[in-house]
């Protein structure tokens, strides 16, 4: 059976007028990570934030920051992402055409290496780097917006994924992306994910609402 899933709320759907103040409500709410959506405007259709930001909220919280890259090429702003407080990496395979390479730059740079899987990626494309990576991220909607609906037919991957997780022996976490709700998330965390994304159900409602977003999520 599932454990309760840990939360990385997803700043992308804070106030971006006052980051700093909704990364320490979020903290202050019980957020597990804090979960950076970074956009380049060519690999998906948004723009968001860069390293000078993350360094800039880097000091303000301890929460670990789980940092998704939604851009390409990915491999000449690794270091500055690493350098402005990244813990966790996360790549797009169709980002580049070396996934392994990346990976290795992401490791020696001594942060944690994630992969994130498109709606139509197939969990395969993960398997050949299980032995390196620390995570696996798998979008529930197409990258690039907020507030969009869970696409259902990726449970099935989801399940695929913590399959192919658990024979590999590694504590490889599995974390979800898109549209989860605290209707879903239950259902969601019961196909094997250990890290629920929460954007607009995460800051619903305002500073305020965060520490209840967070238990609904969570089951409690
Ligand atoms: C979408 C991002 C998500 C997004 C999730 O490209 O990767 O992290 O912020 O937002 P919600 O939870 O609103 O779908
Ligand atoms: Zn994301």
Do not use: C
Not at 17 to 24: D, K, M, P, S, T
Not at 25 to 42: P, R
């Amino acid at each position: 059976m599932s454990r309760k899933p840990r939360i990385a709320p997803s700043i992308l759907s804070g106030d971006f007028a006052a980051l700093g103040a909704e990364a320490r409500a979020m903290e202050a709410a019980g957020a597990d990570w804090l979960h950076i959506d970074v956009m380049d405007g060519h690999f998906v259709p948004n723009l968001t934030v860069g390293p000078m930001v993350i360094g800039a909220l880097r000091p303000l919280v301890k929460l670990p920051f789980d940092v998704h890259l939604m851009i390409s090429p990915v491999d000449p702003y690794l270091q500055a992402f690493a350098e402005a407080g990244a813990d966790v990496i996360t790549v797009h395979p169709e980002a580049g055409p070396h996934l392994h390479r990346t990976i290795q730059a992401i490791k020696a740079l001594g942060k944690k290496a994630g992969v994130a899987l498109n709606p139509a990626t197939p969990a395969q494309a993960v398997e050949p780097v299980l032995g390196e990576i620390d995570l696996v991220l798998a979008m529930t909607v197409n990258p690039g917006f907020g507030g969009q609906k869970f696409i259902v037919s990726q449970l099935d991957k989801i399940r695929t994924l913590a399959a192919m997780i658990a024979r590999s022996g590694r504590a490889i976490e599995l974390e979800v992306d898109g549209g989860v709700t605290a209707e879903n998330a239950s259902e969601v965390a019961a196909a094997g994910a250990s890290m629920l994304v929460a954007g607009t159900a995460g800051f619903k409602g305002g500073p305020a609402a965060y520490a209840a977003n967070l238990r609904a999520l969570r089951g409690a």
